[in-house]
């Protein structure tokens, strides 16, 4: 059975992504209700889940338009603050999509209770804003040794597996990757990639975990490299990532 993974355009910045299997629809985070039931209606499905990642209003603002007899999944550590949920998850739990195993991981830093979807036989995880495209998200509730934690989680996944990622920001963490490796050729030809895609109108999200293991500053902490860059040879790779991160809050 093959997936079909629609990644859907919303507000400014936002993602959310349609993950269709068999004769089942899932739809991960739900930024704004219009575009996404635009997106359903023309392709003739019917969401029958929706997976939140965490509570910020820009990843539910659309599930109570959109659920309509849908099952509701998210973080049993956030149910407080997400919309009713009919399946409340924690890390290590895991459930059926149509025939399909997905597991739940805990990846807190960016909020308490941020929680990412990985799909073994579609080779894809859906990070929102723990993992992101050249980046991670801004630790806003949890710690940095935390979000590095949560980091080192979802880098330790098959090389091949496909983030999908909360927002298109991806053109500028490049900018900022450079002043962390101006050297790296890896990041100097992604760079390259994304300009090009971006004059075409086209997203950067999603990104292979491979291409974000040799270019995203933020997973590349623990290497001597980067931390020789930042004379913090050392530094354990947590102080590491923590330091990359403070200076991408100012940048």
Same mark, same amino acid.
């Given at each position: 059975m093959s997936f079909e993974i629609v990644t859907v355009p919303c507000l400014k910045d936002n993602y959310a992504f349609l993950v269709h299997?068999?004769?089942?629809?899932?739809?991960v985070d739900a930024p704004e209700a219009a575009p996404i039931a635009e997106a359903v209606?023309? /392709? #003739?499905?019917?969401? *029958?889940?929706?997976?939140?990642?965490?509570?910020?209003?820009?990843?539910? !603002?659309?599930?109570a338009e959109l659920r309509q007899g849908a099952i509701? /999944? #998210?973080?049993?550590? *956030?149910?407080?603050?997400?919309?009713?949920?009919?399946?409340?998850?924690? !890390?290590g739990d895991s459930f059926d999509f149509a025939g399909h195993e997905v597991r739940v991981m805990d990846v807190s830093g960016h909020t308490i209770g941020h929680i990412a979807y990985y799909l073994p036989d579609a080779k894809a995880a859906f990070t929102?804003?723990?993992?992101?495209?050249l980046g991670c998200g801004r630790v806003?509730?949890?710690?940095?040794?935390?979000?590095?934690?949560?980091?080192?989680?979802?880098?330790?996944?098959?090389?091949?597996?496909?983030?999908?990622?909360?927002?298109e920001y991806t053109e500028a963490n490049?900018?900022?990757?450079?002043?962390?490796e101006p050297e790296n050729p890896a990041l100097l030809a992604r760079i390259e990639a994304i300009k090009a895609a971006r004059a075409d109108g086209q997203p950067t999200v999603p990104?292979?975990?491979?291409?974000?293991?040799?270019?995203?500053?933020?997973?590349?902490?623990?290497?001597?490299?980067?931390?020789?860059?930042?004379?913090?040879?050392?530094?354990?790779?947590a102080a590491v990532f923590a330091e990359i991160r403070r200076r991408k809050d100012s940048f």
């Open positions: 299997a068999g004769d089942r629809t899932a739809l209606r023309r /392709r #003739g499905w019917t969401i *029958d889940e929706i997976w939140i990642t965490h509570h910020h209003g820009d990843h539910i !603002d659309g599930v509701v /999944r #998210g973080a049993a550590a *956030d149910a407080h603050r997400l919309p009713p949920l009919d399946s409340a998850l924690g !890390d929102a804003d723990s993992l992101m495209a806003f509730e949890g710690t940095f040794p935390q979000m590095w934690d949560s980091l080192s989680k979802l880098a330790a996944l098959p090389e091949d597996t496909i983030i999908h990622s909360g927002h490049g900018r900022f990757a450079l002043t962390i990104s292979r975990l491979d291409e974000e293991l040799a270019t995203n500053p933020f997973l590349r902490a623990g290497l001597a490299e980067v931390k020789m860059l930042l004379n913090m040879s050392d530094e354990s790779d």
